[in-house]
């Protein structure tokens, strides 16, 4: 027989309300509280920044693509300028940054230790081409033999970055000061640079002694010859002005011309700064900046570092093992540039410990 509830005053309906309300408040009580809180925690939604050489835009886009997948998180902000500018967001304008990448190693103990950072991976290389297209003028007649010829005509154009912001820029006077000696022309600095240009060399020495600085004024002083000579901020930008026929040529990273399909003159090991072998001989050629700072000669080579006052130091760490571990080398290998095998790290004993099996200590 059925047995049904009945209800028999306000009295009853009220109690029978508050006791569905206590039911309620019991069965929530026994949803644990703990688990929601981890949850919250493991997802909390990371803005990681990255501020990084121009010419590792397009690896670094790759490396964000795949970081992202595994760290639903996390939002890669990428900020590319000039080495030098770069690491100087961090060291006078103040910048907060995760991580730190130049395209000049060296730039990152010189200008950022040891108060902004105190540890450098070296994990990639790359060497200066002369990027053109079949529309530069005389573009089927340049070679590696004869590219100093060719800009020396009076209706080709061509460009490099500023020295000032950019390693591609101080790299690229050095490729042409280095010219003279492999090709023993004394003059094709002065005839390419300085007769375009407010940038200067002073030689010293004789024969197989003999160096040269290269002096770069401030950069409202540069004052390039614009019929011939375009100077850009970020080595990026020169691209294109390549495009729109803007200019015939321009010095630029051997990953960079491959990346964005440009032909180019590959420019003999001695002047193109891409063979460690020949530091030497690269040491020939330096550079004074604008703020005093001079540049050797050196093959090139590109760095990473985590700031010291990183605001997400475990994601920073997981995004340069990203870089360097294999599959960041492979993305760097698909684009162009050839990885360090494995990375070199200075100052070991500041590397953070999860990157410690994939680097090796060195200078």
């Known amino acids: ?10 009295a009853d ?30 997802n909390e939604y990371v803005q990681l920044k990255i501020f990084h050489a121009g010419s590792l835009t397009e690896p670094l886009s790759d490396v964000e693509k795949e970081f992202e997948k595994e760290h639903k998180n996390v939002d890669v902000q990428r900020e590319a300028a000039g080495s030098v500018q770069t690491i100087k967001k961090v060291t006078e304008l103040h910048k907060d940054a995760d991580v730190v990448t130049s395209a000049d190693a060296f730039l990152i103990p010189q200008m950022m230790y040891p108060n902004y950072s105190d540890f450098t991976i070296k994990f990639a290389a790359n060497d200066i081409v002369i990027a053109y297209t079949n529309k530069s003028n005389h573009w089927n ?12 005509k009076d209706d080709v154009k061509f460009g490099f970055s500023n020295p000032n912001n950019d390693p591609c820029g101080y790299r690229s006077v050095m490729v042409v000061q280095l010219a003279e000696f492999k090709y023993n022309d004394g003059k094709i600095f002065d005839d390419l640079v300085e007769k375009n240009t407010n940038i200067k060399a002073k ?6 002694n003999l160096t040269c600085i290269i002096i770069v004024p401030n ?10 000579v375009m100077v850009r901020s970020l080595e990026m930008e020169l691209i294109s002005g390549l495009q729109r026929r803007e200019i015939d040529y321009f010095f630029i990273y051997r990953s960079v ?22 530091n030497e001989i690269y040491k020939k050629a330096s550079v004074k900046l604008e703020d005093g700072n001079v540049q050797h000669g050196n093959a090139i080579v590109y760095g990473i570092t985590i700031p010291k006052n990183a605001q997400h130091k475990k994601e920073a760490i997981e995004f ?4 360097i571990d294999e599959n960041g080398q492979k993305v760097f290998r698909d684009m162009g540039q050839l990885p360090i095998t494995p990375a070199i790290a200075d100052n070991i004993s500041n590397v953070p410990d999860e990157l410690k099996n994939l680097v090796v200590e060195g200078k």
């Open 1 to 10: 027989m059925e047995q049904k509830i009945k209800l028999t005053g306000t």
């Open 13 to 42: 309906l009220t109690v029978l309300i508050a006791g569905i309300v206590l039911l309620s408040v019991l069965l929530s009580g026994c949803v644990e509280e703990k688990p929601k809180e981890n949850i919250t925690q493991t």
């Open 141 to 152: 007649k340049i070679n590696k033999d004869n590219w100093y010829e060719i800009l020396r």
């Open 203 to 208: 030689c010293e020495g004789e024969n197989l």
């Open 219 to 228: 950069s409202a002083k540069i004052n390039p010859d614009t019929n011939k």
């Open 257 to 278: 011309a491959i990346q964005n399909k440009f032909n180019f003159v590959e420019l003999p090991p001695e002047i193109n700064l891409g063979d460690d072998a020949k």
């Open 320 to 323: 340069v093992k990203s870089v």
